[in-house]
Nanobody
């Protein structure tokens, strides 16, 4: 099973970015998918999650600005990030739960300039 993220990059404060996460190598759809982020010198923190029935949850820091969604195929998840702030700067990683096993992607750098 592989998890591959794409998107991200550099944006000015107030701007938007989208991250995409694709899970491959499994015939079983992930039971849950989530985005995490880790800023330099800090612990990794959970950002948002989604389960197959479409229920989503967000960290307080992402609520109202970020949106997690899932494609029909169930193996692709997006993180739309709006009104971004410099404190959103981090490496963002996608995690998929497949057959009760956590599978992580490599992560994508997101940098928000002031």
């Amino acid at each position: 099973v592989q998890v591959v993220e794409s998107g991200g990059g550099l944006v000015q404060a107030g701007g938007s970015l989208r991250l995409t996460c694709v899970v491959s190598g499994t015939i079983v759809s992930p039971t849950a998918m989530a985005w995490y982020r880790q800023a330099p010198g800090e612990q990794r923190q959970w950002v948002a999650g989604i389960i197959p029935n479409g229920i989503t949850k967000y960290a307080d820091s992402a609520q109202g600005r970020f949106s997690i969604s899932r494609a029909r195929a169930q193996n692709t998840v997006y993180l739309q990030m709006n009104n971004m702030k410099p404190e959103d700067t981090a490496v963002y990683s996608c995690k998929a739960v497949v057959r009760a096993v956590d599978v992580w992607g490599q992560g994508r750098q997101v940098t928000v300039s002031a």
